[in-house]
């Protein structure tokens, strides 16, 4: 598992990559090492994916009867929905890329979106840990996750107009893949099994 210096240093290059220096393209292994290696991002993102978790089953458990409790199977069927939101819209990305014969950018957009989920999933923690602990916060984390969504697309763009060379509606195409799949199949997934607070 990547230590904390080498996530730190992924960061740095994605920083730079989101100001638009090709000089972050160094800081990201995008051999097959390095693209099977950034799937330990996954395992970074835990903690704030549990503070995530803790609020969704205040949130479930708010809109359920008050002897209604949660076991095991509730966290796992949320697990399966985070994996879910993880690989189908890079697969999405693949697809399109190998559509429009872009493949070999494919590396590159798997690295770069794994290790931003790093520090997109802390910022989201941080703002969910607000409401469950500070309830009367609701009103202003929800224009700071306003906020934060905004910004999750800007740096995404920027990040593929990068790894796209500019070609702006190829840019446009891979955010829309990379983000509005995992909106939809998330809501589809916990209604299916039956975690969405009713």
Known sequence: MPGFREVQYYLAGLWLLIRLDPRGFRYLD???RGVN????????CLPPMGISWLWWR??????MPPETDVDVAFYLRLGLV???????????????LLAFRMGE???????????????LSYINGLLLAMVVFL?????LVSLLLLAFM?????????????????????VGAMTLVLLV????LSEYLQHFLGIYPA
């Open 135 to 139: 309830p009367g916060s609701v009103g």
């Open 37 to 44: 290696r950034s799937f330990w991002a996954i395992a970074w």
């Open 105 to 119: 950018r494919f590396a590159p957009v798997v690295v770069s979106v794994n290790w931003l989920g790093v520090p």
């Open 150 to 170: 905004l910004a999750q697309v800007f740096a995404l763009a920027r990040i593929l107009r990068m790894i796209c060379h500019g070609h702006a509606l190829m």
């Open 30 to 32: 995008m051999s097959e």
């Open 58 to 63: 205040q949130a479930f458990l708010r809109s």
């Open 82 to 96: 985070e994996i879910a939101n993880w690989f189908v819209p890079l697969v999405f990305a693949g697809l399109l």
């Open 181 to 184: 799949p995992s909106m939809i």
